[in-house]
């Protein structure tokens, strides 16, 4: 019998870590700013054991830090050798990725794609990360199910451990372009995947990856 007391709280600190990652990204929460339990605690009205599940969640996904001394911290912005350094790994792991899906990719992993580009519109690109985290999340399935559609499950896992859409959201919600062009990025890579085109399939994913890193220099 499953123990509801246990659902309850991981459904509680999920909804701590979401209200948590909102404040992160719209800089309610400042870079860098330390982060006290006790009192957010207060002002959340939660005990400290989902704060604390909650912050964790956080730490795995690069937005807070946790570090000796000082306890949570929100992460810093990432800057533009962390940036170059997060689109130089994509690039050599997502490009190769799309063009082994093109080769395996069936109905059910189109369907997908194609219901996540529905969810990429530009109302859903600008604005607060409340509006924002739709396009986010449908921006990373979309990723992800071309890895997955890969048939490697370490490539695909190796690319969720890098959080890159995290990274990137965090840098977009300051310059709230480009939405139009993602889109299209997207339509070629999907329509490269339909054709089972792996050449073409990778190419779209470079370019696709080379022009949001340019959208998100300063």
Do not use: K
Not at 135 to 152: L, Q, R, Y
Request: hydrophobic residues 45%; charged residues 25%.
């Amino acid at each position: 019998m499953q123990d509801t007391r246990s659902v309850s709280r991981v459904g509680l600190a999920e909804q701590v870590r979401a209200r948590l990652q909102e404040r992160i990204m719209d800089q309610e929460l400042a870079p860098g700013s330390r982060l006290n339990i006790d009192a957010l605690a207060r002002e959340m009205s939660v005990s400290t054991t989902p704060l604390r599940e909650a912050l964790a969640g956080l730490c795995a996904r690069g937005l807070v830090r946790n570090e000796a001394f000082l306890g949570f911290t929100v992460a810093p912005m990432p800057d533009q050798v962390f940036l170059r350094n997060l689109y130089e790994t994509r690039l050599r792991l997502e490009p190769w990725l799309a063009g082994q899906a093109a080769l395996r990719i069936g109905p059910e992993h189109i369907a997908r794609l194609r219901d996540g580009l529905a969810d990429m519109g530009a109302h859903v690109r600008r604005g607060s990360w409340r509006i924002h985290r739709t396009h986010a999340a449908a921006d990373e399935a979309f990723h992800g199910i071309i890895a997955e559609a890969s048939g490697n499950q370490p490539a695909r896992q190796a690319l969720a451990a890098l959080n890159s859409q995290v990274h990137a959201s965090r840098l977009y919600m300051t310059a709230q372009r480009g939405a139009e062009a993602t889109a299209r990025e997207h339509e070629a890579i999907l329509d490269a995947l339909l054709r089972h085109d792996p050449e073409a399939a990778a190419a779209a994913m470079s370019h696709h990856l080379t022009a949001s890193q340019e959208r998100l220099a300063p």
